[in-house]
C-alpha cells in the first residue's frame, strides 16, 4: 500500500501491518512438501516453474 | 645436496634424503619382477642427490622430476611407473583436499540464497549453524568415501556422473530407513539410549511416544522413519483412554449421585466393574450396559464391607476437623441392591456418553500435537526435524477409527495460525472393503481423506488393491498391508525369508541411481547399444551395493542401540549387543533406482511416452529390463535387490549439469535444468490427469522398491471433491500403487487466507510485501474466524 494511503489509514487511528511480509508458498518436491520456495535448490525451482495443471 | 628443500605451498623445510629413499622404495615394493637391494635403492637416492647439487633444484616437484628421470635412467622402468602413478594418485588427493576446502569456504561464507550446495536438500536449513556443520560432516565424508573407500572405477562413475549413490556420506555408518511397528515397541516400554520410558497409558503418551521413537530411530538412520500401521497403534492407546475416562466419570456420577464418600465410591465401583465379565470398551457400550444391569447386586455387596469412619468418630472432632470431604453422607452399606442397581446402570449411560466425548477430545489433542512435535523437534543436532510418514486408514474398530479421524481433522485445522504441517508425510491406505466404498465402514474416512487432501497436500493415497500390492495381503493383518515411506520407499516381498515378506521392522538398505538419460544419448539411436550400455551400468551398481552392504553387514547392535537395540528391526530383538546384523540386515531392500525416462525416450526415440505409444512400449520395456535383473540377482544372492522410481531432489540438477557439459543443449533431454523425476510424465507437457495415469500406472508394477504418481490441478478442480475423488478412484482402478495430488498452497500469514494467491490476496486484498490495516483485518475476522489476531 502506498505510503500516503498508510499515513491516511494511521490518522484514524489504524495501525498498519504486512509491510515486507511475503506470502507462504507450499509445495511438495519428490514427496514432502516444503514450506517455502526459498528453500529449493535450483533444479527443483526450475521444475516448479515448469510445472502445467493437467485438466481432470 | 640442498640444504633446504621447497614446499608446494612455497615454505622451506630442511632437506632430508631419507624421504626420496622411502619413496624409491614404496614404489619399488609396488611391482613384480623388478627387485631392487637395500645397495641399488641407496644407489639410485645418491644419484637423485648428486643431480640435486648439479642442477641446483630444491622444489618438491622438480626433486620428484629428477627421481622419475634416474629411475629410467637406470633401467628401473617398472619402479618409476609405480612411482609416477603415485605421484599422480597424490596429486589428485591433494587437488580433492584443496577442492574440499573450497566446498568449506563456501559452506562457511555463502548464504543458501545463492549456494545451491546448502540447499541439496530443502527440509535442513543450510543456513543454521548444525545445518553448516552437518554439511560440513557429510561433505568431508563424502571425500573420505571417494579417496580412501569406493572402489577406483565406482568412485568415477559417481563422480563423473554415471551412476548417483544416494546418502554417500553414510557409505560407512548406517541404512536409510525403516518401517516401526510401534505396537510390540510400546509394550513394556522402551528405551531411547538416554532413558527408559514406561509402556504408555493414555493417547497423549501414545503421541508422545510415537514422535519420540520416531525421532530415536531417525537418528540412527541417514533416511525417513514411518509407521506403518499408524491406526492400530494409537487405536491403543485410544482404548486406555477410554476405559480410563469411563472408570473416573463411572466413579464420578457414582459419588454424587449416591452420595458416597471417597472410600465407598472407590470399593463399591471397582466392585461393580470387577464383577463383570468385560472391560469398558468404546464399541461395547451397549453389551457393557446390559451386562451392569444383570448384575446381582445383592451378591456383589460383602457384608464385611465396613461401615465408613465418621459414624464411630466423635462428632466433635469432626466440627473441628471439618473437611468438604468429610460431610456426613448415608452410609452405602444401607442402600438397598435395588437402588445400587439403578445407581449404576444411570452412572453407566453418563460413563458411556461422556468418556466417548472426552476420549475424542484428548485423541484430537494427541493428534494435533502428534503433527506439532514432528514438525517442530529436533533431530540430527538440531539441522532438521525427523522425516516421518504415518500410514494409515485401514483399522476399521471404533478406536481406530477415532484415532484416523482426528489426525485428519487436526491436519485440516493445520498448525499454529492454520500452517500447513510439512510432517509427518501421511498416506491414506485405500483398500476395497475396508473403505473404497460406500458400504465400506471406514468410507466415511476415506471421504474426509480427500478433504483434507485437497487442502492441504496430505495425505497421500495408497492402493493395497493394486495387484503387486494385494499379492501379500492377508485380511486383518497389518503387517501384510503395503506402507510407504516419505517420498515413495516400498518394501514388502521377501526373497531372503518368503515366510515374513510383511512391512513392519523394514527398510531399504541403501539405494543408488542411474543416470539413465546418459546411455539414452550414448545409444545414439541404436537400443541394442543402448541395452548393452545399461546392463553394464547396472552391473556396476550392483557391484557397488554389494560393496556397501558388506560394509553395513559388519556392524554390530551395538552401533543401533535403537534400531537393533530395542528390536524394531526385524529379528533383530534376538541378538545380544555385541552380534553381527549382517543375517538380519537381509530382510531390508538393495536398490537400483532411476532417473529421467522422459528423456531416456527422447533421446532414443525423438519422443518421450506422453507423446507416443511407441515411446510408452520402450519405455515399459527399459523399466521392466532392470527390474529383471533386480529380481535375477535377487535369485542369485538371495538378496532383496529391487528397482525403485528414483525422488531425486539433489540430483535432478546434477546429472543434467554434467550432460549438458559434456553433450551440449540437446532439445528435449538437456535443454531444462532438471531431468525428469523417474518414469514421470514431463512436467512441462500439457496432458489430462487420466492419461497421466494411465501412461505412469504400469511403471508402478516394475518399480518394486518404490514409486509414486502425481497429478497437478489448479485450484478449482480441486476444490471439486467429484473431481478430487474422481482422479483418487481413477489411480486405484489403474493399479497405481501409491499417489497424490499437486495444488498450489499458498498462505496470507498477515489474514491468515489458505488457497491459491495469484498475485493479490483474495481475502484481505494486499500484494506481497504490502500492508494492511489491523482494523480491516478486524472486520475480516467477524467473517473469518481464522484471521491472526494482530492486537
Ligand atoms: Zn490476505
Known sequence: MPAQNSAAVQERGGRMVGKSVGFERTRRITGYLVGTLERFNNAKRAEEKDRVKHGA | ?791
Open chain 2, 1 to 791: 645436496m640442498p640444504a633446504t628443500i621447497i614446499k608446494r605451498d612455497g615454505t622451506p623445510v630442511a632437506f632430508d634424503a631419507t624421504k626420496i629413499l622411502n619413496a624409491i622404495t614404496k614404489a619399488n615394493k609396488a611391482v613384480e619382477g623388478e627387485p631392487m637391494t637395500p645397495t641399488d635403492l641407496l644407489f639410485v637416492t645418491e644419484k637423485v642427490c648428486a643431480k640435486l647439487d648439479a642442477r641446483a633444484l630444491s622444489h618438491v616437484e622438480e626433486i620428484q622430476d629428477v627421481v622419475e628421470e634416474t629411475l629410467i635412467q637406470y633401467d628401473y622402468a617398472k619402479t618409476a611407473k609405480a612411482y609416477i602413478l603415485y605421484r599422480a594418485e597424490h596429486a589428485k588427493l591433494r587437488n580433492a583436499e584443496s577442492w574440499l576446502m573450497d566446498v568449506y569456504k563456501k559452506l562457511t561464507y555463502a548464504p543458501a540464497a545463492s549456494e545451491d550446495l546448502k540447499r541439496e536438500n530443502a527440509n535442513i536449513d543450510g543456513d543454521t549453524a548444525m545445518g553448516t556443520m552437518l554439511k560440513y560432516g557429510s561433505e568431508g565424508a563424502k571425500f573420505f568415501i571417494d579417496n580412501y573407500v569406493l572402489p577406483k572405477d565406482i568412485s568415477a562413475a559417481h563422480q563423473n556422473g554415471d551412476i548417483h549413490i544416494h546418502d554417500k556420506d553414510f557409505y560407512m555408518l548406517t541404512e536409510t530407513c525403516c518401517q516401526i511397528d510401534l505396537i510390540p515397541l510400546f509394550k513394556n516400554g522402551f528405551s531411547t539410549g538416554h532413558g527408559h520410558l514406561r509402556e504408555p497409558n493414555s493417547i497423549e503418551s501414545y503421541s508422545a511416544l510415537a514422535c519420540i521413537a520416531i525421532q530415536a530411530n531417525q537418528n540412527e538412520m541417514h533416511g525417513g522413519q514411518s509407521s506403518p500401521n499408524f491406526d492400530y497403534a494409537m487405536a491403543q492407546g485410544v482404548a486406555k483412554t477410554y476405559a480410563k475416562e469411563y472408570k473416573k466419570a463411572f466413579a464420578a456420577y457414582m459419588q454424587i449421585r449416591g452420595e458416597l464418600t471417597d472410600g465407598e465410591t472407590a470399593s463399591l465401583t471397582k466392585a461393580i466393574l470387577d464383577a463383570l465379565p468385560m472391560r469398558p470398551r468404546m464399541a461395547e457400550a451397549k453389551a457393557f450396559g446390559c451386562a451392569l444391569a444383570a448384575l446381582d447386586y445383592a451378591r456383589l455387596i460383602p457384608e464385611e464391607t465396613p461401615p465408613c469412619g465418621r459414624a464411630a468418630q466423635g462428632q466433635a472432632d469432626q466440627d473441628a476437623n471439618w473437611e468438604p470431604d468429610d460431610f456426613p453422607k448415608p452410609r452405602r452399606a444401607q442402600m438397598p441392591p435395588a437402588a445400587i442397581r439403578e445407581l449404576a446402570i444411570a452412572a453407566h449411560a453418563y460413563a458411556a456418553s461422556h468418556a466417548q466425548k472426552s476420549t475424542n477430545r484428548r485423541t484430537y489433542q494427541a493428534m494435533e500435537a502428534f503433527i506439532h512435535n514432528l514438525n517442530t523437534m529436533n533431530s540430527r543436532a538440531g539441522a532438521q526435524v525427523p522425516f516421518s510418514s504415518v500410514n494409515y486408514g485401514t483399522d476399521t474398530s471404533a478406536e481406530g477409527r477415532m484415532a484416523i479421524r482426528n489426525l485428519l481433522l487436526a491436519t485440516e485445522a493445520g498448525l499454529g495460525n492454520g500452517e500447513t504441517s510439512i510432517f509427518p508425510v501421511q498416506i491414506f491406505k485405500v483398500k476395497s472393503g475396508v473403505n473404497y466404498n460406500p458400504e465400506d465402514p471406514n468410507y466415511d474416512l476415506f471421504k474426509l481423506a480427500m478433504r483434507v487432501s485437497a487442502k492441504r497436500l496430505f495425505p497421500n493415497f495408497s492402493f493395497i488393491d493394486a495387484p503387486f500390492n494385494l499379492a501379500y495381503y492377508h485380511p486383518g493383518d497389518y503387517n501384510t498391508e503395503v506402507a510407504y515411506m516419505g517420498c515413495r520407499t516400498r518394501v514388502l516381498g521377501n526373497v531372503y525369508d518368503p515366510a515374513r515378506q510383511v512391512t513392519c521392522g523394514r527398510g531399504n538398505l541403501s539405494f543408488t541411481s542411474l543416470n539413465l538419460p546418459r546411455l539414452g544419448i550414448e545409444a545414439k539411436g541404436d537400443i541394442a547399444r543402448f541395452y548393452e550400455l545399461l546392463d553394464a551400468m547396472i552391473d556396476l551398481v550392483f557391484r557397488q551395493l554389494l560393496h556397501r552392504f558388506k560394509i553395513q553387514c559388519a556392524k554390530k547392535v551395538r552401533n543401533y542401540p535403537f534400531l537393533m537395540g530395542e528390536g524394531i528391526w526385524l529379528d533383530s530383538g534376538a541378538l545380544d549387543r555385541d552380534d553381527r546384523i549382517e543375517n538380519v540386515l537381509r530382510h531390508g531392500t538393495l536398490t537400483i533406482g532411476f532417473i529421467g525416462l522422459a528423456e531416456t525416450l527422447k533421446a532414443l526415440s525423438g519422443r518421450h511416452h506422453g507423446e507416443s505409444e511407441e515411446a510408452q512400449k520402450l519405455g515399459l520395456e527399459i523399466i521392466g529390463h532392470i527390474r529383471r535383473r533386480a529380481d535375477q540377482k535377487s535369485e542369485e544372492t538371495g538378496l532383496n535387490f529391487s528397482v525403485i522410481a528414483t525422488p531425486a531432489e539433489g540430483l535432478s540438477g546434477r546429472f543434467v549439469a554434467v550432460d549438458r557439459r559434456r553433450y551440449g543443449v540437446l532439445p528435449g533431454v538437456t535443454d531444462r535444468d532438471y531431468y525428469t523425476n523417474s518414469f514421470h510424465v514431463p512436467v512441462y507437457y500439457p496432458i489430462k490427469a487420466f492419461r497421466k495415469i494411465q501412461i505412469e500406472a504400469p511403471y508402478h508394477a516394475l518399480t518394486n522398491a518404490g514409486h509414486i504418481t502425481y497429478v497437478e490441478l489448479d485450484g478449482d478442480v480441486c476444490g471439486n471433491p467429484e473431481a478430487f475423488e474422481t482422479i483418487i478412484r481413477y489411480m486405484h482402478d489403474q493399479g497405481v500403487g501409491y499417489g497424490s495430488v499437486n495444488h498450489p498452497l499458498d498462505r496470507d500469514p498477515i489474514c491468515g487466507y489458505v488457497g491459491v494467491i495469484h498475485d493479490v490476496c483474495p481475502r484481505c486484498g494486499r500484494r506481497e510485501g504490502e500492508a494492511v490495516s489491523v482494523e480491516k483485518l478486524k472486520e475480516l475476522k467477524k467473517i473469518y474466524p481464522d484471521v491472526p489476531d494482530w492486537e
